[in-house]
């Protein structure tokens, strides 16, 4: 079946420090890919999206490219901020609607002054 | 603005009742979820409902029902079957599209006792 496997968490940096949360998938086809982040008290927001191969989603400082040959997902900020704390969740859709939307279990980040 | 509203942001029931949590949206989707976060597992789909007067089952549905009589409705009863019902949960909504994102509502966390 299709699955997500993410790096476990906690993950703590200090302030400007380079940021880096595995992803990996399981997919039949060719899924699209996403990282939605969830902020302290509140629901999940798309942070970037790839769906296809060699793809690089982009936003807000955060990339991942959509490796096909590895099967990932890497999320990377250069400098992460105070402001980046939170839950960052990788998540694939393979054919159909959003209902095929598989969500790996999420990496808690927490980035200190 | 448009959005997705859940309420009541914070739930507490006794070991026994039925409780419905409610969500509302405004962003014209007709696809709309349930979602159940816990600490270290990610998010797993509750149900999901494509079009009014229709919803499926998804990966845990066993004691919880929903309706989906209007199109910007989608509440969530929580039954007495459910064994541990005692959780964060999400509502979202979406296009029918592939790759489009799911929007979330910012979560009711219900506590049974």
């Known amino acids: 079946g299709n699955s997500v496997t993410q790096m476990e968490g906690p993950v703590t940096l200090s302030e400007e420090a380079f940021l880096t949360i595995n992803c990996t998938y399981t997919?039949?086809?060719?899924?699209?890919l996403f990282w939605y982040v969830q902020y302290p008290g509140e629901g999940l927001q798309l942070l970037l999206k790839a769906t296809k191969a060699d793809d690089k989603g982009s936003n807000k400082g955060f990339e991942a490219t959509y490796r096909k040959e590895t099967t990932s997902f890497h999320l990377e900020k250069g400098s992460v901020q105070v402001s980046d704390s939170a839950v960052y969740f990788c998540?694939?859709?393979?054919?159909?609607?959003?209902?095929?939307?598989?969500f790996g279990k999420g990496t808690k980040l927490t980035v200190n002054p | 603005d448009g959005g997705i509203t859940q309420s009541p942001k914070y739930l507490f029931r006794k070991e026994g009742q039925n409780v419905t949590l409610s969500c509302e949206q405004n962003l014209n989707h007709d696809a709309m979820y349930w979602y159940r976060q816990d600490p270290g597992q990610g998010l797993r789909l509750i149900y999901y409902s494509q079009i009014v007067n229709d919803f499926q089952k998804g990966d845990i549905a066993e004691g919880y029902s929903v309706s989906r009589e209007k199109k910007e409705s989608f509440p969530l009863t929580v039954t007495s079957a459910q064994k541990n019902p005692t959780a964060f949960y999400l509502c979202a909504s979406g296009r029918q599209e592939r790759n489009s994102p799911l929007h979330f509502g910012n979560g009711t966390r219900l506590t049974v006792t």
């Open positions: 997919a039949t086809g060719y899924p699209s």
């Open positions: 998540a694939l859709q393979t054919q159909g609607g959003s209902e095929k939307l598989v």
